[in-house]
């Protein structure tokens, strides 16, 4: 466990007859940035604040830098920057005083940092907290988190409200403090496309269920989409090729699946020039493995194998 920052074993956690989490086992390497993609309702909060000790568990355990989550050592709190989705400061506080509430708790507060972020977005210090725009909060929130110069970043849609700019500058601070203090951070977001440009892993979860973590690197290698025409009979594929999902429409059938460079170029062989076969987007695979997904997927499969 101790090369591991982030270590969840059967983690899972019920509401009620609900299972919001479900037996999630997870290790993550330092100085990765993982991003936690799933639907709404997914499990990505609830995984988020289990990690950091906010709710217990039903079953299973998890620990950062080592430590329990549900009695985390004080030494390991002070190194964790978390900025949940929901959880805000009082509308009152000027940005003025929650730099310095930052800088009393988290011991190593870079205020000149923090000031270039206010800067960089026009903010004066006395703005109260109340009256910022949704994306000028998320931004104010984010800086306070990386100029406390944590060791491990949990952050639930830190860019929810950002403009496109914004939310680059936001992803490029994030990567490069990463790499440079060999932090590790798990952003749970909604807009793909913008955390696939800096991150390093994808953890996808779905019904609560950890549906593949893998690095980005090998799910673009690995990952095609085959595109047919409706009339054409799909082939039974080798045990080794797994099928993500598919669907058919407008004369065409798509299927999305994962193997490996010697998988597919058998796979090229036996679709010969009936198929094209070509790479695709983290956006892509993510919504291979959630829209057509579970029941649906199988019946969608079923349907454009006939």
């Known amino acids: 466990m101790s090369e591991f920052v982030i270590n969840t074993k059967n983690l899972t956690r019920d509401y009620g007859e609900n299972r919001a989490l479900d037996n999630v086992n997870l290790e993550i390497e330092k100085g990765r940035v993982v991003a936690l993609l799933g639907p709404n309702g997914a499990g990505k909060t609830t995984f988020l604040r289990l990690l950091m000790g906010l709710i217990e568990p039903t079953e299973g355990e998890s620990f950062i830098l080592r430590s329990p989550s549900r009695n985390m050592a004080e030494s390991v709190v002070s190194k964790i920057g978390y900025m949940g989705d929901t959880d805000e400061p009082p509308r009152w506080s000027t940005i003025r005083d929650l730099m310095k509430l930052q800088a009393a708790v988290s011991g190593d507060f870079d205020r000149d940092f923090f000031m270039r972020s206010v800067e960089k977005r026009e903010l004066s210090v006395k703005r109260s907290y109340g009256s910022l725009s949704k994306g000028q909060k998320k931004w104010i929130r984010a800086g306070l988190v990386l100029a406390g110069k944590p060791a491990v970043l949990l952050l639930d849609e830190p860019a929810e409200g950002l403009d496109p700019s914004a939310r680059q500058d936001l992803y490029d601070e994030l990567r490069d403090y990463v790499t440079d203090k ?20 994808a953890a996808v979860i779905d019904h609560g269920r950890l549906i593949t973590y893998a690095e980005l690197e090998d799910l673009r290698e690995q990952v095609r989409e085959i595109q047919m025409s409706e009339m054409e009979k799909v082939i ?6 797994e099928i993500l999902g598919g669907k ?8 999305w699946v994962r193997c490996r460079e010697q998988e597919r170029q058998k796979l090229e062989k036996l679709l010969g020039q009936k198929a094209t076969i070509r790479t695709v ?3 892509t695979f993510y919504l291979a493995l959630t829209e057509h997904n579970s029941n649906k997927r199988d019946a969608e499969l079923k349907e454009i194998k006939k």
């Not at 039974?236 to 090729?241: L, R, S, W």
């Not at 058919?248 to 299927?255: C, E, F, I, R, V």
């Open 248 to 255: 058919s429409s407008g004369g065409t059938k798509l299927l």
């Open 281 to 283: 987007s983290l956006e």
């Open 182 to 201: 060999e932090a590790t951070a798990i952003v749970a977001t909604h807009i793909i496309s913008d955390i696939e440009r800096i991150a390093d892993d």
């Open 236 to 241: 039974d594929f080798p045990n080794e090729i």
